[in-house]
């Protein structure tokens, strides 16, 4: 009989935490799960330290060739048998409830495809809490401007994946859970779990970390499709604001007149939902504040200046009106003292 839990971990030379890794795992309140590990190829003490496990829930694979971290997914994808999978990386740290909660909520939710837990990121030098609670039109909202479900913290449904022959894309390399999320959300509800679930450690090895530019421009491939589909539609509207939006996303060093032009232009679907009503509102207006200031102005304007102040901060009909107050601060502080990225 399957478990009813596959853990899907890939990895490639994770000898340094594995044991710590899968410590976690044999401590899980829930049991009814098989460990799917997929080996890329390691050469290091990564075997050994999975052989020398004394647990039957094991099934070990090595790829024969070092096939890289999407096609490593979509082949443990295959291999999973359980009714949900979770994903985890050889670096995280599971707490013991996560699989019992997780499992919990899909079986009180059948509507739900695909379900997160906020977590703890942390290092040998610092530890934060990054929360990520929230229903399906809150999580909905955010997979519009961000990933939404941290990838090793996921679990969803195996036979929405065998069904309709989903897996990892390859179109959009180092974002690939990113993309995958997309279009598993076209066939039910997802959702995050406000408890933390999972420890994520941050390291020099982190894919978001070693591939930053590549994930950047796969990310915002994923968001100029989600937001095509939202208009979805050939009007004159939809081109020029997808047009305006595709040329905005590819400047690097941006001005104020480029924040201006973003700003107004998110202005403009945050206005456009209230008519159409796709996403929550109050949720697509808060996210869409969010990929303004975290991922296009912190990320790309090299130089700000006290004028900002007036174009956004003090500037009711901009899109910092819907920002969250930490980063208000943040921009308020760097354009009073003319801050300058080095």
């Not at 919990?104 to 495809?113: A, C, I, R």
């Amino acid at each position: 009989m399957p478990p009813a839990i596959s853990v899907l971990m890939p990895i490639y030379n994770g000898e340094k935490f594995l044991q710590e890794t899968l410590d976690s795992l044999w401590n899980q309140t829930f049991t009814d799960f098989e460990l799917i590990i997929v080996d890329d190829g390691s050469t290091d003490h990564t075997a050994d330290i999975i052989h020398a496990q004394q647990d039957k829930r094991i099934r070990y694979y090595k790829n024969e060739h070092n096939l890289k971290i999407v096609a490593t997914l979509n082949r443990g994808l295959q291999l999973c048998t359980g009714k949900y999978i979770a994903r985890m990386d050889a670096d995280d740290i599971c707490m013991p409830t996560r699989l019992q909660k997780q499992w919990e909520y899909m079986e009180s939710n059948p509507e739900t495809v695909l379900c997160g837990s906020s977590l703890i990121k942390f290092s040998e030098t610092y530890a934060f809490e990054d929360r990520r609670g929230g229903n399906n039109d809150i999580t909905r909202a955010k997979l519009v401007f961000d990933t939404a479900i941290n990838h090793p913290s996921a679990m969803f449904r195996n036979d929405i994946i065998k069904k309709n022959q989903l897996s990892y894309p390859v179109a959009y390399p180092h974002a690939e859970d990113y993309g995958f999320w997309h279009e598993l959300a076209k066939y039910g509800q997802i959702a995050n779990l406000n408890e933390i679930l999972i420890k994520y450690r941050m390291h020099g090895d982190n894919i978001s970390m070693k591939f930053n530019t590549e994930q950047y421009h796969s990310m915002n491939n994923i968001r100029k499709l989600i937001l095509q589909e939202f208009w979805g539609t050939k009007s004159l509207e939809a081109k020029n604001w997808n047009l305006r939006f595709d040329k905005l996303l590819a400047i690097r060093n941006i001005t104020i007149r480029e924040m201006k032009d973003m700003d107004q232009l998110l202005m403009q679907l945050i206005e456009k939902n209230k008519t159409i009503k796709l996403y929550l509102p109050e949720a697509l207006a808060k996210n869409a504040a969010w990929f303004w200031y975290v991922v296009y102005v912190h990320e790309n304007c090299y130089h700000y200046s006290p004028l900002m102040l007036l174009k956004f901060i003090f500037n009711k009909q901009s899109i910092v009106r819907y920002l969250d107050i930490e980063f208000k601060k943040k921009l308020f502080i760097k354009s009073l003292f003319f801050w300058k990225k080095k």
